[in-house]
């Protein structure tokens, strides 16, 4: 699995192969060093599959589910920490969204 943020300070590439479709502002800097990726599916492809198959397999009750309930609520803060952001246009800390359960 690969993960890339872009944003108003900074970037990072976590997963950086030789494929990868970056540019550096230095002209001496050769990258991508291979062909770069055209098309998203094309570079995360066998993790989708992987990923719809272990869904497949959780579902039909063939394997367990790898997740809990706290994944879920971890899930769901995240979410809300990001729609809050992008309404707002500010940092949201994934933390100020969670509820102390009682």
């Not at 060093?33 to 272990?54: K, N």
């Not at 879920?72 to 809300?80: D, F, K, M, R, S």
């Amino acid at each position: 699995m690969r993960l890339e943020l872009l944003g108003s300070n900074d970037s990072v590439a976590a997963g950086l192969d030789d494929r990868l479709p970056l540019r550096s502002a230095d002209p001496a800097v050769r990258f991508p060093a291979g062909t770069p990726w055209d098309f998203f599916m094309d570079r995360f492809a066998d993790a989708f599959r992987a990923s719809l198959a272990a869904f497949t397999e959780v579902a039909t009750g063939t394997r367990p589910s790898p997740c809990t309930i706290e994944d879920a609520l971890q899930t769901g803060w995240v979410a809300e920490a990001a729609m809050l952001s992008l309404a707002e246009h500010r940092p949201v800390r994934v933390d100020d969204m969670r509820e102390p359960l009682s």
